[in-house]
């Protein structure tokens, strides 16, 4: 038996250790690139079509037999799906996964979860319970969080309530729940459209924000009135005063507390570690590290690639500001797959080091214009299915048939120690740089480019910073591919210091600013 000083120190352990465990999940979501990882999962999702919410739906049932936490993917529903549709696939998905979960209790693992139900104290008041007052104890558990949600799937299945009553029963008392997590993801996904770009007026901001406040309202309230009423008729509330504290099951191994703290300790040093090195999460989720180098001979009295078509249709569709008219486009559209054509017959291996850039630059471009007017209407890049997007080999330079991917990552960093170009290639997002009123071309290339990076720079979409500033604010270019700035630059600092007098005047001083990223704007980058 633990002396009452050393179960007020354990418990002050754990307290420590959960509070670390939160701090470092808030953490890891700080540095995540989350907009890119919702990005890509609502791009999947969009992928399936009408199936899409049923897939959600199969993927939560599987999660809640698992014995996986739901509440991760309640939010994503509401932040993909929207209120409505995001409800409806979450409650279809948590309904399936506990109905699963007390067949499995009840005809497929009986012994196993019996064992793992008794060694729980609350469950012999629930089992008499249940046995008194039938699905309404099972509803009063729903809308209480007296036992965890999972758990409660598979003990239903040791009582004597029935298949049917238990699984419609959990249905509708599951609904108060489920909808205040489902709010709480859309309003997320709501802030996260605004961020990059989506734009949420103040109306419906206080439309949302009274909406959640009254779910929360009620939520609480049901759940308050819930527990007084299982108070009255289980045991769950109290244990009698002569009860003796539960053993764990015979075998089970006691976890100590000090091994608990150790490892809330790592994870949350390994999430500040994430927060103070910049980019670190984003390399893992973001694209490839590359090692620049140069590949090709300059060749400057070789041939040259005629852009002249490109270089007439640019100035025609994109305005000062680098924004495109699609539909201007989409009638000339013509005028695009002629260039396009002809890059595909384009006598790559023949070219110069400088043509072939400007080539692979250009066909960059010119694809994603074209990837968008398939596509077209859109609201962002992202909303086109990850198959037919980046990935999606369809692409031919000089004979080779390649993806957007392959063209940036393959083609083009490993192949040339030339970071700029990150401030050339365009994805069709506001948030990426402007797309030039002309064509680029072997004779100017670095001109160009340097050209971009300065006008990138200058401008507080992608570039903050003044004198005196103790951070500076980049664009998350830098952020994505910071290991190429590094390999040129010596950082992602050093290289927007080029273009800083500001910034390059505090880097000599000893001082460095802390980086703070800019919220990448995915709306498409059109008039």
Same mark, same amino acid.
């Given at each position: 038996?633990?002396?009452?000083?050393?179960?007020?120190?354990?418990?002050?352990?754990?307290?420590?250790?959960?509070?670390?465990?939160?701090?470092?999940?808030?953490?890891?979501?700080?540095?995540?690139?989350?907009?890119?990882?919702?990005?890509?999962?609502?791009?999947?999702?969009?992928?399936?079509?009408?199936?899409?919410?049923?897939?959600?739906?199969?993927?939560?049932?599987?999660?809640?037999?698992?014995?996986?936490?739901?509440?991760?993917?309640?939010?994503?529903?509401?932040?993909?799906?929207?209120?409505?549709?995001?409800?409806?696939?979450?409650?279809?998905?948590?309904?399936?996964?506990?109905?699963?979960?007390?067949?499995?209790?009840?005809?497929?693992?009986?012994?196993?979860?019996?064992?793992?139900?008794?060694?729980?104290?609350?469950?012999?008041?629930?089992?008499?319970?249940?046995?008194?007052?039938?699905?309404?104890?099972?509803?009063?558990?729903?809308?209480?969080?007296?036992?965890?949600?999972?758990?409660?799937?598979?003990?239903?299945?040791?009582?004597?309530?029935?298949?049917?009553?238990?699984?419609?029963?959990?249905?509708?008392?599951?609904?108060?729940?489920?909808?205040?997590?489902?709010?709480?993801?859309?309003?997320?996904?709501?802030?996260?459209?605004?961020?990059?770009?989506?734009?949420?007026?103040?109306?419906?901001?206080?439309?949302?924000?009274?909406?959640?406040?009254?779910?929360?309202?009620?939520?609480?309230?049901?759940? &308050? #009135? !819930?527990?007084?009423?299982? $108070?009255?008729?289980?045991?769950?509330?109290?244990?009698?005063? =002569?009860?003796? @504290? %539960? /053993?764990?099951?015979?075998?089970?191994?006691?976890?100590?507390?000090?091994?608990?703290?150790?490892?809330?300790?790592?994870?949350?040093?390994?999430?500040?570690?994430?927060?103070?090195?910049?980019?670190?999460?984003?390399?893992?989720?973001?694209?490839?590290?590359?090692?620049?180098?140069?590949?090709?001979?300059?060749?400057?009295?070789?041939?040259?690639?005629?852009?002249?078509?490109?270089?007439?249709?640019?100035?025609?569709?994109?305005?000062?500001?680098?924004?495109?008219?699609?539909?201007?486009?989409?009638?000339?559209?013509?005028?695009?797959?002629?260039?396009?054509?002809?890059?595909?017959?384009?006598?790559?291996?023949?070219?110069?080091?400088?043509? &072939? #850039? !400007?080539?692979?630059?250009? $066909?960059?471009?010119?694809?994603?214009?074209?990837?968008?007017? =398939?596509?077209? @209407? %859109? /609201?962002?890049?992202?909303?086109?299915?990850?198959?037919?997007?980046?990935?999606?080999?369809?692409?031919?330079?000089?004979?080779?048939?390649?993806?957007?991917?392959?063209?940036?990552?393959?083609?083009?960093?490993?192949?040339?120690?030339?970071?700029?170009?990150?401030?050339?290639?365009?994805?069709?997002?506001?948030?990426?740089?402007?797309?030039?009123?002309?064509?680029?071309?072997?004779?100017?290339?670095?001109?160009?480019?340097?050209?971009?990076?300065?006008?990138?720079?200058?401008?507080?979409?992608?570039?903050?910073?003044?004198?005196?500033?103790?951070?500076?604010?980049?664009?998350?270019?830098?952020?994505?591919?910071?290991?190429?700035?590094?390999?040129?630059?010596?950082?992602?600092?050093?290289?927007?210091?080029?273009?800083?007098?500001?910034?390059?005047?505090?880097?000599?001083?000893?001082?460095?600013?802390?980086?703070?990223?800019?919220?990448?704007?995915?709306?498409?980058?059109?008039?």
């Amino acid at each position: 038996m633990k002396s009452p000083q050393n179960r007020r120190i354990s418990v002050w352990v754990k307290r420590v250790s959960l509070f670390l465990v939160v701090a470092a999940i808030v953490l890891v979501i700080r540095a995540a690139p989350i907009d890119l990882l919702l990005g890509a999962l609502k791009s999947w999702i969009a992928g399936l079509g009408p199936w899409g919410p049923v897939i959600f739906a199969l993927i939560y049932a599987v999660w809640a037999v698992a014995f996986l936490p739901g509440s991760a993917l309640t939010l994503a529903g509401g932040a993909i799906f929207g209120l409505g549709w995001g409800f409806a696939a979450v409650i279809c998905g948590a309904t399936l996964g506990a109905a699963l979960s007390f067949l499995i209790a009840r005809y497929v693992a009986r012994e196993k979860v019996s064992k793992m139900a008794h060694s729980n104290p609350k469950f012999g008041a629930i089992d008499r319970a249940i046995g008194e007052g039938g699905w309404k104890i099972v509803a009063m558990l729903r809308l209480s969080p007296a036992i965890p949600f999972n758990l409660q799937n598979y003990l239903y299945g040791l009582t004597p309530i029935r298949f049917w009553p238990c699984v419609l029963t959990s249905a509708v008392f599951m609904m108060p729940g489920t909808l205040l997590y489902v709010y709480l993801g859309y309003v997320g996904g709501q802030g996260l459209a605004a961020a990059s770009g989506g734009g949420v007026s103040t109306q419906r901001w206080a439309l949302i924000g009274i909406g959640l406040a009254a779910t929360v309202g009620v939520t609480v309230y049901v759940t &308050k #009135l !819930a527990q007084k009423a299982l $108070a009255k008729q289980t045991a769950l509330s109290e244990p009698p005063p =002569d009860a003796k @504290p %539960v /053993d764990p099951a015979p075998g089970a191994a006691r976890r100590p507390p000090w091994l608990m703290a150790t490892l809330a300790a790592l994870f949350f040093s390994a999430a500040l570690y994430a927060n103070l090195v910049p980019g670190m999460l984003a390399q893992l989720f973001g694209p490839p590290k590359t090692q620049l180098s140069e590949v090709y001979e300059a060749k400057p009295d070789g041939p040259s690639f005629d852009h002249s078509s490109f270089n007439a249709l640019l100035p025609r569709f994109v305005d000062g500001e680098g924004l495109v008219d699609y539909k201007g486009l989409s009638q000339e559209e013509t005028s695009l797959d002629d260039y396009i054509a002809s890059i595909t017959t384009a006598p790559f291996p023949d070219l110069g080091r400088d043509e &072939k #850039l !400007a080539l692979l630059i250009n $066909a960059y471009n010119a694809f994603t214009l074209k990837l968008i007017l =398939d596509n077209y @209407p %859109v /609201d962002s890049i992202q909303d086109i299915p990850s198959k037919q997007r980046w990935d999606a080999k369809r692409w031919i330079i000089g004979g080779q048939t390649y993806s957007l991917s392959q063209i940036e990552h393959e083609q083009i960093r490993p192949k040339f120690i030339e970071p700029r170009i990150h401030f050339a290639l365009v994805c069709a997002a506001v948030g990426c740089p402007k797309l030039r009123q002309e064509a680029y071309v072997g004779s100017r290339i670095n001109e160009q480019l340097e050209e971009q990076a300065k006008l990138l720079h200058g401008s507080q979409r992608w570039f903050r910073f003044e004198p005196g500033d103790s951070r500076v604010r980049l664009t998350q270019l830098y952020n994505w591919y910071g290991g190429d700035f590094a390999q040129v630059a010596g950082s992602p600092l050093e290289n927007a210091a080029r273009y800083s007098p500001a910034l390059q005047q505090t880097l000599s001083t000893g001082k460095k600013p802390r980086i703070d990223w800019i919220d990448y704007d995915w709306a498409l980058n059109q008039q």
